[in-house]
């Protein structure tokens, strides 16, 4: 899967491209739409708090950099003396996943309340009122969702393609 941004300029051409999606057999749990304020959502499905914030980046780097903090941490604790060398190995997968754990909670609740930075990108044009369209697509179906949506919608941007797609949201 990957995810793909654009953006479009008001709520009737957004109901568009949502119908011609679901024409094309892409299921809504894949369509997120981000509104700013008071903007008129009129049943698009809305993005969650997966989407806009900054959660899942958050936990993967706090769980990376947690463990490679228990993984020295263990290794410090073994390299030192004092008869920790025998149970070395314990010493070292406990540190390490306590890290790791410790690291991922941590950065996630920073995560969840901070916004998703591939989305601070976008803050100009959804200030002006435009809607911001995220859809996890199938890799073979990346033209096809570039083609169906320019072909219909020239006055739609295109924001980019990220190279994966987080597996939770």
């Known amino acids: 899967m990957r995810?793909?941004?654009?953006?479009s300029p008001n709520i009737e051409i957004s109901k568009k491209i949502v119908d011609e999606l679901l024409l094309a057999r892409f299921e809504e749990r894949h369509i997120h739409v981000i509104?700013?304020?008071?903007?008129?959502?009129?049943?698009l499905p809305e993005a969650s708090h997966l989407q806009k914030s900054d959660l899942i980046p958050a936990l993967e780097q706090g769980f990376a950099v947690g463990g490679?903090?228990?993984?020295?941490a263990g290794l410090v604790?073994?390299?030192?003396?004092g008869g920790l060398v025998l149970a070395g190995g314990a010493v070292f997968a406990i540190t390490t996943f306590t890290g790791a754990g410790f690291g991922a909670v941590m950065s996630s609740m920073i995560g969840s309340s901070?916004?998703?930075r591939r989305i601070q990108q976008f803050e100009e044009a959804l200030d002006k009122g435009e809607y911001l369209f995220i859809i996890d697509v199938p890799?073979?179906?990346?033209?096809?969702?570039q083609t169906l949506v320019k072909n219909q919608h020239p006055e739609v941007e295109f924001g980019g393609i990220e190279p994966k797609t987080p597996v939770f949201p």
């Open 3 to 7: 995810r793909i941004y654009f953006l």
């Open 35 to 43: 509104a700013k304020g008071d903007a008129s959502m009129e049943n």
């Open 68 to 72: 490679l903090a228990g993984m020295v």
């Open 77 to 81: 604790a073994i390299a030192l003396p």
């Open 114 to 116: 901070a916004n998703n």
């Open 139 to 145: 890799k073979e179906r990346l033209d096809e969702v």
